[in-house]
């Protein structure tokens, strides 16, 4: 079955420091893989995707991430956090390659000190 | 991106009662939404797929007689959770993707608590 791992479950840095957030991936096949954030009593915001293509991806709020193979890993990153990134963020697969349901990871809380 | 809606944000309602949430999307049709219930600190668990004019896919465990699932058209959703228990009381989501697209757009999700 596909999967995704979050092994941290809090990341503290320092605004103005650059910031990873880890996922590492299990799927069969070419993956398929999405970061999504989640600010506090709310739903979730698509923050980018690796469908194919360059394995450096961009998204929104200035976030990227970086698809590696031979690691199985797609961490979330950012070169200068800001006290307004602190929030719940998910790494996501579809259990099939029909983007249909999402299989999330167990979030990690990122919290950006100022 | 598109718009999901949900509603209600949060609701309180007694023991035994019935919960209804809405899930709308605002700027796209979608023929399959999904729900998602997510505990305190913990991630999101899908329920339930909901299909456009057919029954809903339950995932394994989540009983389909307590969790009603009606997708009566092309951009409403409802989840009605039915004979609510304080176990029930939990965050709820749904999300809903173009039949085009790749990633998926989640509403706010509801804050329902049962006292």
């Known amino acids: 079955a596909q999967s995704v791992a979050q092994p941290e479950d809090q990341v503290n840095v320092a605004e103005g420091n650059p910031l990873t957030v880890k996922c590492t991936y299990s799927v069969s096949g070419n993956p398929y893989l999405f970061w999504y954030v989640q600010y506090p009593n709310r739903g979730l915001q698509f923050l980018l995707k690796?469908?194919?293509?360059?394995?450096l991806v961009k998204g929104s709020y200035g976030f990227e991430a970086e698809f590696n193979k031979s690691q199985t890993s797609f961490h979330l990153k950012k070169p200068s956090a800001l006290v307004s990134d602190s929030a719940l963020y998910f790494c996501a697969v579809p259990p099939r390659r029909g983007f249909q349901k999402l299989v999330f990871g167990t979030g990690t809380r990122l919290l950006v000190s100022p | 991106g598109a718009v999901v809606s949900q509603h209600p944000s949060r609701v309180i309602c007694k023991s035994g009662t019935s919960v209804k949430i809405e899930c709308r999307s605002l700027d796209f049709q979608a023929t399959t939404m999904f729900w998602y219930r997510q505990f305190p600190k913990q991630s999101l668990m899908l329920m339930a797929t909901s299909n456009e004019g057919s029954k809903a896919t339950y995932e394994q465990g989540v009983e389909k007689d307590k969790f009603l699932i009606n997708h009566a058209s092309l951009t409403l959703s409802t989840l009605t959770v039915t004979s609510a228990h304080p176990e029930d009381s939990s965050f709820y989501i749904c999300?809903?993707?173009?039949?085009?697209?790749?990633?998926?757009?989640f509403g706010q999700g509801t804050r329902l608590t049962v006292v």
């Open positions: 999300s809903a993707k173009l039949d085009s697209g790749t990633e998926a757009f």
């Open positions: 690796y469908i194919t293509g360059d394995n």
